[in-house]
């Protein structure tokens, strides 16, 4: 939403400006493009670098909901830390249960994963299931879901009830 409400009085009549604030352009902010963010991207021991890599966020946000979506294209001068990795969110989570969302990763392979946003953060952990039997999730990382190179792309995509 583009403003706060406002509060109309009884036999109020209102303006055309007026009507154009409250309904129009509210209305019309629920179809505006996407707004661009840089999320960090963060390891568990040391940092990943870009490099010539591609890092884009987008969000859209409608009163305390969050759509967003992260892209993260490896280039050949990335570097990808170590420990596990963080993504960077635009708005803190809401302070009570934990939030999920979707990962894709592709290099060599296609691998679905989930991001894990705890109460009150602003980060998501990227997970993927294992190899073990049964799988169970591994923090996302340089070598997991796989072992990434240029080329390989981490997309997230999530809607989550922001703090404010």
Same mark, same amino acid.
Not at 30 to 40: I, K
Not at 118 to 132: I, K, M
């Given at each position: 939403? +583009?403003t706060?409400p406002? $509060?109309?009085?009884?036999?109020?009549?209102?303006? #055309?400006?007026?009507? /154009?604030t409250?309904?129009?352009?509210?209305?019309n902010s629920?179809?505006? !493009?996407?707004?661009?963010? $840089?999320?960090?991207?963060? #390891?568990? $021991?040391? %940092?990943? +670098?870009?490099?010539?890599?591609?890092?884009?966020?987008? *969000?859209?946000?409608?009163?305390? $909901?969050?759509?967003?979506?992260?892209?993260?294209?490896? #280039?050949s001068?990335?570097t990808?830390?170590?420990?596990?990795?963080?993504?960077?969110?635009?708005?803190a !989570?809401h302070?009570s249960?934990?939030?999920?969302?979707?990962?894709?990763?592709?290099?060599?392979?296609?691998?679905?994963?989930?991001? /894990?946003?705890?109460?009150?953060?602003?980060?998501?952990?990227?997970f993927?299931? /294992?190899? #073990?039997?049964?799988? %169970?999730?591994?923090?996302?990382?340089?070598?997991?879901?796989?072992?990434?190179?240029?080329?390989?792309?981490?997309?997230v995509?999530? +809607? *989550?009830?922001?703090a404010?």
């Amino acid at each position: 939403m +583009t403003t706060t409400p406002r $509060t109309w009085a009884s036999g109020e009549t209102p303006t #055309g400006s007026t009507f /154009n604030t409250e309904v129009r352009d509210q209305f019309n902010s629920m179809f505006d !493009a996407w707004t661009p963010y $840089t999320p960090t991207w963060s #390891g568990a $021991t040391t %940092n990943p +670098t870009i490099g010539n890599g591609v890092l884009l966020g987008r *969000y859209m946000k409608w009163g305390r $909901t969050c759509q967003l979506r992260i892209d993260i294209s490896m #280039g050949s001068t990335t570097t990808y830390g170590s420990g596990g990795w963080s993504l960077g969110l635009p708005f803190a !989570a809401h302070g009570s249960g934990a939030q999920l969302g979707l990962a894709h990763a592709f290099q060599s392979q296609r691998n679905a994963g989930q991001i /894990n946003v705890s109460p009150g953060a602003n980060v998501g952990l990227v997970f993927f299931p /294992n190899s #073990g039997t049964p799988a %169970n999730l591994a923090w996302a990382s340089s070598a997991v879901p796989l072992t990434w190179a240029s080329g390989g792309r981490l997309t997230v995509e999530m +809607t *989550y009830e922001t703090a404010t």
